[in-house]
């Protein structure tokens, strides 16, 4: 599964996406029927009790139910696509869509929604975004850096050298093949090696 399709909700209701689930959408006590449908290659049709609409995404896979938001009573549907999602809201007798930003989303009910956008070099950039319950829409949050999830290799050896008169010991560094380092107490340039007996000069 791509980046773009993966996709982690700790506000998950339903464990896995399905075709059909009985939940609670507007917190009225009782459960909706709720049935999801691929009517051609590419489409679908989603049925919450009365309320059904119809739309376009690529490789329909199920729907999830989730909450955005657990300050408020609504809970939201999820329909994912191979690499896309759209997500819809139970309004009374109509289903109302929520435009999502690109990228694979993710939620924990605290009002802020996180998508993963796959970058070029294989990192994928985490948006952030504020979700607003009472007129449903996402708002982006900028941030200065973004948390790539990826380890950089060490730049290599640096070969540190210490200066006549300087207080702080010379760093390890790596040393040429046939060469052995100075030796600490060794005042001479730096093309003496450090052989058993007596420091020697060039």
């Known amino acids: 599964m791509s980046n773009a399709g993966a996709l982690v909700l700790a506000a ?6 399905t075709n059909k689930a009985d939940v609670d959408l507007d917190g009225d006590g009782t459960r909706e029927h709720l049935t999801l449908e691929v009517t051609k290659p590419g489409a679908f049709r989603l049925t919450v009790g009365t309320a059904v609409t ?3 995404l690529p490789g329909v896979r199920g729907v999830t139910v989730l909450d955005l938001d657990s300050s408020d009573k609504q809970r939201e549907v999820l329909v994912h696509g191979e690499s896309r999602f759209r997500l819809f809201r139970h309004e009374g007798t109509a289903l109302r869509e929520v435009p999502l930003p690109p990228g694979a989303p993710s939620a924990s009910g605290n009002g802020i ?6 970058m070029p070099d294989g990192w994928a950039r985490r948006d952030k ?3 607003d319950a009472k007129q449903p829409g996402f708002t982006e949050v900028p941030q200065e850096l973004y948390a790539v999830g990826r380890v950089l290799p060490p730049p290599g050896w640096v070969s540190l050298q210490q200066t006549p008169g300087s ?3 010379p760093r390890p560094s790596a040393s040429p093949r046939g ?3 100075l030796r600490p107490s060794c005042s001479c340039s730096s093309s003496c090696r450090a052989t ?5 000069r060039p």
């Open 179 to 181: 060469c052995t380092p």
């Open 113 to 118: 929604l996180l998508c993963d956008v796959p």
């Open 167 to 169: 207080k702080a010991g």
């Open 196 to 200: 058993p007996g007596p420091c020697r």
């Open 54 to 56: 119809e739309a376009e």
């Open 12 to 17: 998950v209701l339903t464990a896995s996406p």
């Open 129 to 131: 975004y504020l979700y």
